[in-house]
Structures are given as structure tokens and as C-alpha cells.
């Protein structure tokens, strides 16, 4: 009779048979009969014991690189593989694949998961720093010492804060180099986080622009203390204490309390504070007829094409000053004749309603990224009227003063360039 091949298997293939068996029934097992202090204990237990798991896991993926199991079966790499056949992010098993790879290199972090004693992410921030000291160090024991260091503070500190002192370990083991090197290293993670910042914003075709970003640790510190402030239950009831619905609003989850307090930032924006764009402060310009505004149902009209009910700009007609499209904030006249050679901000606005985009043949630059340009130039007797007045990007305004190009003003009130030969 044919022996059973579990006893000839490897230690490692028996000892996760038998463990997946053995979890298995404990995960299915009745709680109720354990103690209070039974449930406490297990459950910090069952913490060191996934941290155990997750670095044999580590093992067994670096051990499957070097082995080049992705290669063999046809896949990009050995995380691709893994991601496949366990239905991971590629992401995720990309970057486990490099902390499996990085802690080959670490002896002492890999010891210290494999006892349960940190986590998987504490071992990343370790590895993470050791990897990033200086290759330059006269004392070759700074690394050995700072990982030390950092395992000695990673048993009752966690994984965030752990990466926050991680920053200044030189400090800490070498403060004889460690605080010049440490101020130098973080000048040049903050030059490189600010000049390495982006901003993408998509419409969803359903009324909401979806966005990501990635900007400076300082910025984000900001924007999130700005953030809490308009989302604190005081404020939200506050602004909304004649809102039926304002109890419910203070109870919806934190990510929707966030979003409705960036609206209400950016609701909020001082205008007059704004940095300029295109002569005018980078506010945003609403078109409606009169009958709307009073009470109408017709949408308003955004300066970049996109619409708004017009309840929604009733509602900021409140907190707003309106600019009437004739005469402009305040009565301002919108023709000056010869008293000044600039556009005034009414005449700007008035010209963007007119020409929302740059006049030359073919361009779709937007209005208020453009110039205003004088038709008969003021130099030539030209007037600072709407009448003598175009919208210009910046590349077709200095073309439109190019000698070498002849233009062209096109019936539609569009103008058009052609090289002099």
C-alpha cells in the first residue's frame, strides 16, 4: 500500500497544509466560550501570527524569483505571475515582491517578522530607510545601527510614526554627521516633492470631476487642516442650521464630509486674492439671462462651456457680487476711448463673453489664457474700446506683431496668418 506523499513532502509544504487546516477550524470555531482576556490575548496573537505568515510568504516570493518562476510560465515577471494566480493588485504584489527582495539584504528585519514581533509594514519603513542612507558613510557600521535602531522603536511605535523618526536616524546613531546629512536629505525630498507635484482632474459625464494628485507633505498638512475645519461638526451645523437635512450631513462618513468641505473651500476663495490670469482675478464666469437669475429655470452658462442649474447660481448669487454683462461691476464703462492704454477687468470680462476663445483661425485657446490685443494699435491712434479690442493667446499675440507674417482679419472676426515671402 502506497504511502500518503504529505510525509514526503518538504517542511515548509507541511507546516502550510497543516497550518490552512488548522486556521480553518479556528476561524469557524464558536467565540462565545472564550474569556474576555482569552479574546484580548488571541486576537494580538492572531496579529503576530499573520505577520509570521506574511513573512514566510515573503520568502517564498523571493525564493520563486530567484527560480525565476514568472519566466517559466510565460509571465512579465515573478510578481506578475503571483498577482495573477492569487488575485492581487499587480501593484501591491509588485511592491511586496521588492520588500521580499530588500529584506534578503536585511537579516535582523527579516528575523524580527518572522517572530511576530513587527509587521509587515514596520519592515517596510526599516528597509525602506537602510536602503536609502548615504553609500558615502566613513563609519560602515551606520547602517547595521540604524536598522537596529529602528527595530528597537518599532516595538511600540507604529508604522507611521516609525517613518517619521526614520527621517532623522542619522541623527540618532551618528550625530556626529547625522544632522547635516539629515537637514540636506530632507531639503532635497521637499525640493523634489514640490517640483515633482500634478494635479489630473477628468469629468465623469455625470456632473462630478474625478481627480488625483500627489503634492508636498507641508501642502497636504494645509489643505487638510483647512479641510477638517469646514468639515467640523460645529461649522456644518453652523452653515447649514436652517437645513433639514443638516443632521444628516454631520452624520455621513468622513471621505463625504472632506469632499463637501472642498467645495465649500473653493466656494470660499477670497477673488479679489487670486492670482491674476489674463488681466482678471482666476474666477469663474456664469452667463444668464436676467428671467433665470429672478427665478427662471434656464442654466447658466461657465466661461469654459460647461452649464450650472440655476438654482445652483442663485445660490452663489447670494454670496456673490453679480457683473452685469453691459456695464460691468460697479457701472464701470466699457469703453474708455484714448484716457488709458490697458483693458480694464469689465472690459476683460466683457470681451470674454464676446470672443471665449483666441481669434486666430483654428486656435481653441481659452479666453482667459489669452490677451486683449488692439486692433488699430494704441501707438497708431487705436482706442481701448470693445470695438478696437481682440482676444490673443500669448503665441498668436507676438505673431500678430511679427514682422515676418502677414494677417488677415477673416469675416467671421477671426484673423489668420500667412508667412511674407
Not at 49 to 67: C, I
Not at 127 to 136: F, W
Not at 287 to 316: F, H, K, N, Q, Y
Request: net charge neutral; with cysteine.
Amino acid at each position: 500500500m502506497a504511502k500518503d506523499s504529505r510525509h514526503h513532502a518538504h517542511t515548509v509544504c507541511r507546516a502550510v497544509a497543516k497550518s490552512r487546516k488548522k486556521i480553518r477550524a479556528a476561524a469557524t470555531a464558536d467565540l462565545w466560550s472564550m474569556s474576555d482576556e482569552d479574546v484580548e490575548a488571541t486576537l494580538v496573537e492572531a496579529s503576530r501570527l499573520r505577520a509570521q505568515a506574511e513573512a514566510l510568504e515573503l520568502r517564498l516570493v523571493a525564493e520563486a524569483d530567484r527560480r525565476h518562476a514568472g519566466e517559466r510560465a510565460g509571465a512579465t515577471d515573478t510578481a506578475s505571475w503571483w498577482a495573477h494566480h492569487t488575485r492581487q493588485e499587480r501593484r501591491v504584489a509588485k511592491g511586496r515582491a521588492r520588500l521580499a527582495e530588500s529584506l534578503d539584504r536585511h537579516a535582523p528585519t527579516s528575523a524580527a517578522l518572522v517572530e511576530g514581533a513587527i509587521s509587515v509594514d514596520h519592515a517596510r519603513v526599516i528597509t525602506s530607510c537602510v536602503d536609502r542612507l548615504p553609500d558615502d558613510l566613513e563609519d560602515p557600521t551606520v547602517p547595521a545601527r540604524a536598522e537596529q535602531h529602528l527595530l528597537a522603536e518599532a516595538q511600540h511605535l507604529d508604522p507611521k510614526t516609525l517613518a517619521v523618526l526614520a527621517k532623522h536616524v542619522l541623527t540618532v546613531v551618528a550625530p556626529e554627521i547625522g544632522e547635516a546629512r539629515d537637514a540636506a536629505a530632507l531639503e532635497r525630498e521637499e525640493r523634489e516633492a514640490r517640483a515633482n507635484a500634478w494635479l489630473t482632474m477628468c469629468p465623469d459625464g455625470r456632473g462630478s470631476v474625478r481627480g488625483k494628485f500627489s503634492i508636498p507633505e507641508l501642502h497636504a498638512a494645509m489643505l487638510h487642516k483647512t479641510l477638517l475645519a469646514y468639515a467640523a461638526p460645529k461649522h456644518q451645523a453652523a452653515s447649514r442650521s436652517e437645513d433639514p437635512e443638516a443632521e444628516q450631513v454631520e452624520r455621513r462618513p468622513s471621505p463625504e464630509r472632506m469632499g463637501d468641505a472642498f467645495c465649500e473651500l473653493l466656494e470660499r476663495l477670497p477673488a479679489d486674492q487670486l492670482p491674476k490670469l489674463g488681466g482678471l482675478n482666476a474666477t469663474v464666469v456664469v452667463t444668464m439671462d436676467l428671467e433665470s437669475l429672478v427665478g427662471g429655470l434656464a442654466p447658466g452658462v461657465l466661461d469654459d462651456g460647461g452649464v450650472i442649474s440655476a438654482a445652483t447660481a442663485r445660490r452663489l448669487a447670494c454670496e456673490a457680487g453679480l457683473i452685469p454683462a453691459v456695464l460691468g461691476s460697479k457701472s464701470e464703462l466699457l469703453d474708455l476711448g484714448r484716457k488709458t492704454r490697458l483693458f480694464s477687468g469689465a472690459q476683460r470680462r466683457g470681451l470674454n463673453l464676446t470672443q471665449p476663445t483666441c481669434t486666430a483661425e483654428g486656435c481653441d485657446w481659452p479666453a482667459h489664457l489669452c490677451h486683449a490685443h488692439h486692433d488699430q494699435p494704441w501707438s497708431q491712434g487705436g482706442t481701448t474700446d470693445l470695438a478696437n479690442a481682440r482676444n490673443l493667446c500669448p503665441r498668436h499675440h507676438a505673431r500678430i506683431h511679427d514682422p515676418a507674417f502677414e494677417t488677415t482679419h477673416l469675416p467671421n472676426g477671426r484673423v489668420a496668418f500667412h508667412r511674407r515671402t
